[in-house]
């Protein structure tokens, strides 16, 4: 009875420490679990990050596109701005070659005129030549008919 009672004791004994073994080994598991769950966390929370660091680098891109699209539109402005300038240049030229192209047309207009003063002073000195010519031509009449007169007079007398 005695040996019966001990048997049962250790059975009992085993059958305790073999629910002890049991629940150690299911709260292993169960941390097993929870190590599992935590690992899923941070991988998840690392994805996430890395996600939001792509965001980022995303957004990035975008500012740097659009820091390069104004780059480019402000270089295009001033590539119009130096073509303009190039331009207002080129009207400027064209405006000083007009304004030479009149000088010179008003020096030949001015020698035209000076040398149509002189042709008109040339003839005028030219008339004056020809009328003292013709006084004198006169006077050389007059003369000679004053002399013919007196010779015709003298013979009148003779």
């Known amino acids: 009875m005695k040996e019966r009672e001990g048997d049962e004791e250790r059975e009992r004994e ?3 420490e073999t629910e002890r073994e049991n629940e150690r080994e299911r709260e292993r598991e169960r941390e097993r679990e929870r190590e599992k769950e935590r690992k899923r966390e941070r991988e998840e929370r ?24 104004e780059r480019e539109r402000e270089r295009e402005r001033e590539r119009e701005k130096r073509e303009r300038e190039r331009e207002r240049e080129r ?5 000083r070659e007009r304004e030479r ?5 008003r020096e030949r207009e001015r020698e035209r005129e000076r040398e149509r003063r002189e042709r008109e002073k040339e003839r005028e000195r030219e008339r004056r030549e020809r009328e003292k010519e013709r006084e004198r031509e006169g006077e050389r009449v007059g003369k000679r008919e004053r002399v013919r007169e ?3 007079d003298k013979e009148r007398v003779i």
Do not use: A, N, S
Not at 101 to 105: F, L, V
């Open 91 to 95: 009207e400027r030229e064209w405006e």
């Open 14 to 16: 085993w059958e305790r």
């Open 150 to 152: 007196r010779v015709i």
């Open 46 to 69: 690392e994805r996430e990050r890395e996600r939001e660091r792509e965001r980022e680098r995303e957004r990035e891109r975008e500012r740097e596109g659009e820091r390069e699209g």
């Open 101 to 105: 192209e009149r000088e010179r047309e």
